[in-house]
C-alpha cells in the first residue's frame, strides 16, 4: 500500500507561480518501483482531467491547456514527482491530484493523492 502525498498548494494571483510536490512512500516496508506518474486536476464543477505525465525515463506530456506554461518532473531517488506551474490563469483553480503507479514486492498497482487546492485569483 503506498501513499502519495502533494503539497505545495495555495493561492496564488494571476501570472504567478506555484510549484507542487508529491511524495509516495509505502504503509509498511518500502516501494520496490515507481512507474508512470501523472498531474490531474478538477476544476470546480467540471469532470477530472489530465494536466501532465511523466515516465520513469522522464518522457513527459501535456494537456493543451497548459502545454508550456506547466512543467512535469520527478525525483526517483526520493520517490517525489513535482508540478511547476507558470503564468497561472483564473482557469487553472482546480483541485490538483497526483497520480502514481507503484510496486509493493510483486504488486504493481494505481495509486491516488488526496488532492491539493490550487487557487489563481484574477
Known amino acids: 500500500q503506498v501513499h502519495l502525498l502533494e503539497s505545495g498548494g495555495g493561492l496564488v494571483q494571476s501570472g504567478g507561480s506555484l510549484s507542487l510536490s508529491c511524495k509516495a512512500s509505502?504503509?509498511?516496508?518500502?516501494?520496490?518501483?515507481?512507474?508512470?506518474m501523472a498531474w490531474y486536476r478538477q476544476p470546480p464543477g467540471k469532470q477530472r482531467e489530465l494536466v501532465a505525465t511523466?515516465?520513469?525515463?522522464?518522457?513527459?506530456s501535456y494537456s493543451d491547456a497548459v502545454k508550456g506554461r506547466f512543467t512535469i518532473s520527478r525525483d526517483n531517488t526520493r520517490l517525489t514527482a513535482f508540478l511547476q506551474m507558470n503564468s497561472l490563469r483564473p482557469e487553472d483553480t482546480a483541485v490538483y491530484y497526483c497520480?502514481?503507479?507503484?510496486?509493493?514486492?510483486?504488486?504493481?498497482?494505481?495509486?491516488w493523492g488526496q488532492g491539493i487546492q490550487v487557487t489563481v485569483s484574477p
Open positions: 497520480y502514481a503507479e507503484a510496486r509493493i514486492h510483486f504488486s504493481r498497482d494505481p495509486y
Open positions: 509505502a504503509v509498511r516496508g518500502g516501494i520496490s518501483g515507481l512507474y508512470n
Open positions: 511523466i515516465s520513469r525515463d522522464g518522457t513527459t
